[in-house]
């Protein structure tokens, strides 16, 4: 397993946001984490890449206890995280966004990224705040990649996009994954999470409701009426 | 500071007309605002990543100019060339004060990152008083006067003097700030910098140590308030335990003139801050004597003969800082160069 999650549990102040989750990603994987809002997915995430402290659980990446690592210490790891609402540097210029991309690398190759990303090579002494949303996921996407990630998180890509830039950032998703990279998909999108995935999990008041091969979940009748809106 | 600065000629406007009053008080604030500028960054950049007033930052620029102080005393009859001695000073004082810099962060802020904000910009005023007084205990509380040792020349331009004491002030001044916007705008750590003030938890993410780049931060600022300390005590010729509060202080107004946390903001805000007040400085006598205006002149025995009945004379040069820090602060609060409003202060 690339990554292993154990018994997990984040709370803050006396609310527990997750409880006793386990989580798997094997080498390879496109795997989603759906929920409801305030299910616990970004909590979980958060946890996984050290930006909250654990109450409780093990987090193991590449055979490695990472429970405790610091946070700047995992991308040099391979492990990469796209967080919730882009957190592009809003004032910095897309090129500068791509350098601190690979900024634990020491310094990266922005010609792949300009060549999936054919958008943002054309904005490139751009300042990043003056992007659509739909370019600055793209940004947010392109500097992970610079990482050279073994791994990578996405949390809620789909946020606050039109449709059609969606349907775009989920393509560009199931492309990177097809290139090797391993992804943990948190995704508020049900639907759109299973289509792309091999499996899911299921998250509801902080624990794991379901899992299993996103295919069956998609027909799962729980889910379709919870989650699908069936 | 009260004292005239050693080489700087100061004009009243009165009885010297050769001299292009205008001009003159101009290269004096320019000179004298290059320096706040420079203060000036070690305030904004702190502010820039952290939201801190490191109120503490003047006392650092105090320490620099002791410390050069007592080097330069020690060497000037060593007989080295004057330019190498007080080059060992500010090379003395730049570490000691990056030193300096480091350990309030360290020992002083960093513990309360996460506290509220009024934590630590209250022990920022604590460390500010640790350090004055640490200072008194070394340096003693009188006016120390720094030796002379670097011979001053003069020269005129358009009906003004500038003396070559003012010329190297200039000089380093610029040439820092240019160093400065090229570390922050064109390196990787500079990059860094500014990406963990916009967003220290996505920087952090992207595998930078922020707890580093905030030192990096405190220790530049530190090593440029050093320089200045060393130019504003060459140029004043004296230090005392007490300077920093002042001089912090204007070049805080500076920072906020130019937009706090704005790093081309503080240049300008300092070398502004500087005119302004050179210029209020050169004509307050002038406008508030109160013999030049004929209604009350006749009213007043000292007018009497072509006497004078000055009410503000330059003394009262570092109330225009104030002015202008309360212009800011009422009519544009984010500062001539910056968006960010302070909400968080």
């Known amino acids: 397993m ?20 386990d989580l798997d990603v094997a080498d390879g994987e496109l795997v989603c984490l759906i929920g409801a809002n305030g299910a616990g997915k970004t909590s979980t995430l958060k946890a996984i890449c050290g930006l909250v402290t654990t109450k409780n659980g093990v987090i193991r990446y ?4 990472i429970s405790h690592a610091p946070v700047h210490e995992l991308p040099r790891k391979g492990l990469v995280m796209v967080p919730e609402g882009r957190g592009i540097f809003a004032q910095l210029t897309v090129e500068e966004n791509l350098a601190m991309g690979a900024y634990a690398q020491g310094g ?23 992007l659509s949303g739909g370019e600055q996921q793209m940004l947010a996407l392109a500097r992970a990649l610079m990482a050279k990630p073994k791994l990578l998180l996405l949390d809620e890509p789909s946020m606050g996009l039109a449709p059609m830039m969606v349907a775009k950032i989920f393509e560009l998703v199931r492309d990177i994954a097809a290139q090797g990279v391993t992804i943990f998909l948190v995704e508020q999108n049900a639907r759109l999470a299973l289509e792309i995935s091999q499996r899911g999990y ?5 624990a794991i409701a379901l899992t299993g091969r996103s295919a069956e979940l998609l027909d799962n009748p729980r889910v379709r009426e919870a989650y699908l809106g069936e | ?19 292009d009053t205008f001009l003159q008080q101009v290269i004096n604030g320019l000179t004298a605002g290059s320096v706040y500028a420079v203060v000036a960054l070690g305030y904004t950049m702190v502010y820039g990543i952290i939201q801190l007033i490191n109120f503490a930052h003047g006392e650092v620029v105090m320490i620099g100019a002791m410390v050069a102080f007592t080097v330069i005393n020690a060497l000037a009859p060593s007989g080295l060339p004057p330019l190498a001695v007080v080059l060992i000073g500010a090379g003395c004082a730049v570490p000691v004060c990056m030193l300096i810099g480091y350990a309030m962060e360290r020992l002083a802020y960093r513990p309360l990152r996460h506290a509220p904000r009024l934590a630590p910009l209250i022990t920022a005023i604590g460390v500010s008083i640790i350090l004055q007084h640490l200072a008194l205990l070394i340096w003693s509380r009188n006016v120390l006067a720094f030796p002379q040792i670097i011979p001053s020349r003069t020269y005129m331009i358009g009906g003004a003097a500038i003396t070559s004491v003012q010329l190297a002030i200039l000089a380093i001044c610029f040439a820092l700030m240019a160093g400065l916007a090229a570390l922050v705008y064109r390196t990787r750590l500079g990059t860094a910098m500014r990406a963990t003030a916009q967003n220290p938890q996505v920087a952090g993410l992207m595998g930078i140590d922020i707890d580093r780049v905030i030192a990096a931060t405190f220790l530049i600022g530190a090593a440029l308030g050093a320089v200045a300390g060393v130019l504003f005590g060459t140029y004043y010729g004296l230090a005392q335990y007490t300077m920093g509060s002042i001089l912090g202080l204007k070049a805080f107004s500076a920072a906020v003139l130019g937009g706090i946390g704005n790093i081309p903001g503080a240049m300008l805000g300092g070398v502004l801050l500087g005119i302004v007040e050179a210029l209020g400085a050169g004509y307050i006598g002038d406008l508030t004597n109160l013999c030049s205006y004929d209604m009350l002149a006749a009213r007043i025995d000292d007018c009497a003969g072509g006497g004078n009945f000055v009410l503000f004379g330059s003394n009262y040069q570092d109330v225009f800082a104030f002015i202008v820090l309360i212009l800011v602060l009422v009519f544009r609060p984010s500062g001539l160069l910056g968006e960010r409003v302070g909400e968080r202060a």
């Open chain 1, 2 to 21: 690339l990554l292993e999650v154990r018994n997990l549990a984040v709370h803050y102040g006396g609310i527990h946001a997750v409880a006793g989750v």
């Open chain 1, 62 to 65: 590449d055979g490695e206890d």
């Open chain 1, 108 to 130: 990266g190759d922005a010609a792949a990224q300009y060549g999936r990303f054919p958008r943002l090579a054309e904005r490139r002494r751009q300042i990043a705040g003056t």
């Open chain 1, 202 to 206: 299921v998250m509801e008041s902080g």
């Open chain 2, 1 to 19: 500071m009260n004292g005239t600065p050693r080489g700087a000629v100061f004009v009243f406007g009165l009885g010297l007309p050769a001299v």
